[in-house]
């Protein structure tokens, strides 16, 4: 695919707490760097780029001496924000995407609409405080900021499960494989998908 069609954009943020940096390739073929100085988000991110098939850089510099709800919060901002403007003006693309996705005992779905109105809805819970380094509740959080800075009405719920790590993992890669099918574009879409001729 080559650059005018590639769907690619590059965000900074830097403020007293976190300087990111990120990069994302809508139409890539699922590579990634990252590095956020958090080691079990790292893995979390992975896998939504490689699951995505998105191709993905992120650098993140935080405040990881106080807790890891800046850095963690503050790249769900910056990751919302590379979505929205990678996505442009959305002509041509399905909007709605899904999944419901298993990974050993633990089930979890997502829903998306890239219609451009953001609404958050998250249902599950975690048992335990921490996975690796990570806090479980910066899971949901992660989630609310790419929901509103990226301007997506997103459902995420966890259907079943009992390990942690799979409840994260599932909910990531949910996430991707669900906003990869409704950034898919569509031959038979002329425009955007609404009635309104805009989202």
Do not use: W
Not at 18 to 37: A, H, P
Not at 53 to 68: A, N, P, Q, R, S
Not at 71 to 96: C, F, M, N, P
Request: net charge negative; proline share 2%; hydrophobic share 35%.
């Amino acid at each position: 695919m080559n650059e005018e069609t590639t769907r690619c954009s590059t965000v900074e943020r830097n403020t007293k707490e976190t300087k990111i940096k990120i990069s994302l390739n809508l139409d890539g073929e699922g590579k990634y760097e990252i590095d956020t100085g958090v080691k079990f988000f790292d893995h979390m991110l992975s896998g939504f780029a490689r699951h995505g098939l998105f191709d993905l850089t992120v650098k993140v510099e935080g405040d990881i001496e106080v807790d890891d709800h800046h850095t963690i919060e503050d790249t769900g901002i910056v990751l919302g924000t590379a979505i929205r403007r990678a996505l442009g003006d959305k002509s041509g693309i399905r909007r709605y995407g899904s999944s419901i996705l298993p990974m050993d005992e633990t089930l979890v779905m997502t829903a998306v609409d890239l219609g451009g109105r953001p609404y958050f809805r998250f249902q599950g819970d975690f048992d335990a405080d921490r996975c690796g380094d990570m806090s479980t509740q910066m899971v949901r959080e992660f989630f609310y900021a790419i929901s509103y800075s990226a301007a997506i009405n997103l459902h995420m719920k966890i259907l079943d499960g009992v390990n942690d790590h799979h409840k994260a993992e599932a909910l990531f890669k949910s996430f991707a494989r669900a906003l990869s099918e409704a950034a898919a574009k569509d031959p038979k879409i002329h425009g955007v998908l609404s009635t309104k001729g805009s989202i």
